[in-house]
């Protein structure tokens, strides 16, 4: 169903989202509604809005990420969808953010703890801490130099050992491998 509905240029401010990949056919049915300087183009509908872009993380006062069907694609511009229920409240100040992990694909990602699935067990951070202890992570899961001071240790339990604990403790990272 096509509406024709143009937030206040504000609705968007202070926010955390994660889009959804979505295939471009869907575009067929919808009709641009906003396209910004940058170049995205916005789609709204009752149930949520569609954005196409070349580029999602950081936009503005925002966070809009999105969890793509691949990680690496010929094209850079993607379609994402996300409910209108699924934009959480942004700021600098409050602890709103906890670390998944995925040991599958060696990759780390935050959460806003209104998403649904929180299950208050991971530690809550602000964005700055939630920032710090990611780019550890990703160190983590793709370097090898940091491993040599364990020894007869298989890096990939020491690698789901540590984040685990980068993750579910408050421990610092020097805390962490002292404690094993």
């Known amino acids: 169903m096509k509406i024709n509905f143009r937030p206040n240029p504000n609705s968007f401010k202070n926010t955390f989202c994660v889009f959804k ?16 300087k940058s170049g995205s ?3 709204y509908t009752e149930k949520g809005m569609y954005r196409l872009s070349n580029h999602w993380g ?52 935050y959460q806003h703890k209104f998403n649904p699935n929180y299950d208050n067990k991971a530690v809550l951070r602000t964005s700055f801490e939630t920032s710090k202890r990611i780019k550890q992570a990703r160190n983590l ?30 421990k610092t990272l020097d805390e962490i491998k002292r404690d094993l």
Do not use: C
Request: hydrophobic share 40%.
């Open 141 to 170: 899961f793709n370097l090898t130099s940091w491993a040599k001071y364990f020894e007869n240790e298989d890096i990939n339990d020491l690698r789901k050992k540590i984040i685990t604990n980068l993750i579910f403790t408050n």
């Open 58 to 109: 950081r936009l503005a006062n925002s966070k809009w990420r999105l969890e793509a069907f691949a990680i690496e694609t010929p094209s850079k511009i993607k379609l994402g969808f996300v409910a209108w229920n699924e934009f959480y409240p942004d700021n600098a100040t409050e602890k709103l953010y906890y670390l998944e992990a995925n040991f599958a694909n060696n990759t780390i990602n």
């Open 41 to 43: 183009k916005y789609f």
């Open 21 to 36: 990949e979505e295939e471009i056919q869907i575009l067929e049915k919808l009709t641009v509604q906003y396209e910004s």
